[in-house]
């Protein structure tokens, strides 16, 4: 009995890895279930015969055994003999399932060829994100969902425009065909209806052909609620709570349900860990963004310390720290919405360690600033505020946007609708919404664009309202208006390198006439510094002085007055700007400007 023992010990050893893992000799199946008495694994290569294939007991309640005439392909399932009778559940990590409520697929993450696509995400600085979600981004058929196959297909669109990162709203299985994504049933497994694993690799393989990143929304706030065999997985819980997996008291409860992950238990932190580890590692993701951070730190996310879960806090850190130390390009954001120091700030130093977080002080600010009826109740302070918030004394540990899947729902609606409910294709909404775009893109921060945005999408966000593709021909001088913009902020021409900068200077914030001007520079001078020029108002200026951070000629890159960008735009003649001596705003010398209503202006030297 003892060698038998030692035998089963050394054969664990050899085989590493929970869930389904393949070998060249057979299929290794690994859970942990510590309350069960027995485990049998049961699927296609025995027949779904409960006894034919038990596990053996290893070490702190986890069970394994190979089964040798199992491959890749194979479906499988995991039964747990209990106190509370015989239990049939999903392997919490399966990375593949058949659906939701179906069975587990074993799945080999080395069978898909990558053929060695080169590829490194690029500098923070340069990045300008387009969030998308695969199930309405791009369908086909009506009454359908898009796939990540589907989705490969507009990637050429999404290169042209100019965009070199993509973040996925999440891909982890969840119940049924259509969902936000942000209720996952099986973390480790890919949407069935998406594509699976091998259609989130190919996505990934694509993306990077065309020179795009890819960052992946996770969810480690709650799992579930529905669909959900991780819920009291192998019988055992307190207090009519979730088991194992989950805390099983007063932490357990979150907005979504009471399914909490226990992050105080070394498996969970652990399964936790690897799954976020997992995306950057098999699937080549780019970075990480997680959702709802204040719930992972805090029961109630009211940032009350006696609500305080400090274990969350210190599996994020672990989570980052690992990121920071085995994948040092990749980006972790954190959708946190606290406008806090701590969350980006390094773990060294105490904090989270996120690179970048999703600021609230951004969107919350210029979304009023843009959709508020009257000029004159524009606050031009609560504007200045937005543009030169940082975290850190770092531009770049923020994400800057006007439109998101949480700002364009949940009671809200998209910009240009929130301008104009029902009658998007008006001047006022167009012309305002660009004026946020510009802001978006010419701030310090790291850009994001939410799908639909440039194709003047109505209404506002659903799982079941798949984007309008038919509108990047009817509104094609709009989306060249978000186009030529991303590529001026990515310096394409070699003229605006200012706008990759850290560094802002608002020469002049007019409340009375509702004008920004600011300068943009990396290290500053000519094809460096750039002068944005923003003004929030119906008024045409046909002399407005300003200083200006430099002699010379200003030559104008952009003006989103452009009739080539709607006709309905005026096409004033704004042109460049020669400078004038006499010190105006602090400034050496000054110019003159003409600057049409709700316009933004963005101006750079040659020489």
């Not at 694993?197 to 990934?204: E, H, R």
Request: charged share 25%.
């Amino acid at each position: 009995m003892e060698n038998l023992q030692t035998d089963q010990a050394e054969t664990a050893q050899h085989y590493e890895g929970m869930g389904a893992t393949c070998y060249p000799e057979g299929v290794y199946y690994r859970v942990w279930a510590p309350h069960a008495e027995s485990v049998s694994v049961v699927g296609s290569f025995n027949d779904w015969n409960d006894s034919a294939t038990p596990l053996q007991p290893e070490e702190n309640g986890v069970w394994g055994v190979l089964v040798e005439n199992s491959k890749e392909g194979d479906e499988y399932k995991f039964v747990l003999k209990t106190p509370s009778g015989n239990l049939y559940r999903n392997d919490p990590h399966a990375l593949k399932m058949t659906n939701s409520a179906g069975n587990c697929v074993v799945y080999n993450h080395s069978s898909f060829d990558w053929q060695d696509v080169g590829f490194q995400i690029p500098s923070w600085h340069e990045i300008v994100i387009y969030e998308l979600h695969v199930g309405t981004f791009h369908v086909k058929e009506k009454n359908q969902v898009g796939t990540l196959y589907t989705a490969i297909e507009k990637l050429p669109y999404l290169k042209e425009m100019g965009f070199n990162a993509v973040e996925l709203m999440p891909c982890s299985e969840f119940p049924g065909s259509r969902s936000w994504g942000y209720n996952p049933a099986n973390p480790f497994s890919i949407e069935s209806d998406y594509g699976g694993p091998d259609g989130l690799k190919a996505f990934v393989k694509a993306a990077h052909e065309a020179g795009i990143a890819v960052i992946l929304d996770v969810v480690y706030n709650h799992f579930g609620p529905s669909d959900l065999d991780l819920w009291q997985f192998d019988g055992w819980q307190e207090n009519d709570g979730g088991g194992i997996y989950f805390y099983n008291d007063w932490r357990a409860e979150t907005p979504w349900g009471n399914t909490r992950p226990d992050y105080g238990r070394n498996e969970v932190r652990q399964y936790i860990h690897d799954n976020a580890l997992m995306w950057l590692k098999d699937y080549r993701i780019d970075g990480l963004r997680m959702d709802m951070v204040p719930y992972i730190r805090n029961v109630k996310a009211d940032g009350n310390p006696g609500n305080d879960i400090k274990e969350g806090m210190s599996l994020i850190q672990w989570i980052n720290k690992d990121i920071r130390d085995n994948c040092p390009n990749c980006i972790t954001i954190a959708e946190d919405m606290h406008s806090l120091d701590f969350i980006t700030n390094s773990v060294e130093n105490g904090g989270l360690g996120y690179g970048s977080q999703w600021d609230a002080e951004f969107v919350h600010s210029i979304r009023d600033a843009i959709i508020t009826a009257n000029d004159q109740d524009r606050n031009m302070d609560q504007v200045v505020a937005a543009i030169t918030n940082k975290y850190n004394t770092d531009s770049f540990q923020r994400i800057i946007y006007t439109e998101s899947h949480d700002e364009v729902a949940n009671g809200q609606a998209r910009v240009v609708e929130e301008i104009a409910e029902g009658d998007v294709n008006n001047w006022y909404s167009k012309k305002r919404a660009a004026l946020g775009v510009a802001l978006v893109l010419t701030s310090p921060g790291i850009p994001m664009i939410f799908q639909g945005q440039p194709l003047l999408e109505d209404k506002w966000f659903s799982d079941d309202d798949p984007i309008d593709w038919s509108r990047l021909d009817k509104f094609s001088g709009f989306a060249n208006l978000h186009r030529d913009m991303i590529h001026i902020r990515r310096n394409w021409f070699g003229v605006t390198k200012g706008l990759q900068g850290q560094n802002v200077q608002i020469i002049r914030a007019d409340n009375e006439k509702k004008v920004i001007v600011m300068h943009r520079w990396d290290q500053g001078g000519p094809k460096d510094s750039v002068v944005v020029v923003l003004n929030f108002s119906t008024e045409t200026f046909s002399d407005y002085k300003v200083g200006l951070p430099r002699t010379g000629k200003w030559n104008l890159r952009f003006n989103s007055d452009n009739e080539q960008y709607d006709l309905e735009f005026s096409h004033l003649g704004v042109f460049d700007i020669e400078t004038m001596e006499g010190e105006f705003d602090d400034l050496p010398v000054h110019g003159s400007l003409q600057i049409p209503p709700y316009t933004a202006l963005i101006f750079s030297q040659e020489e």
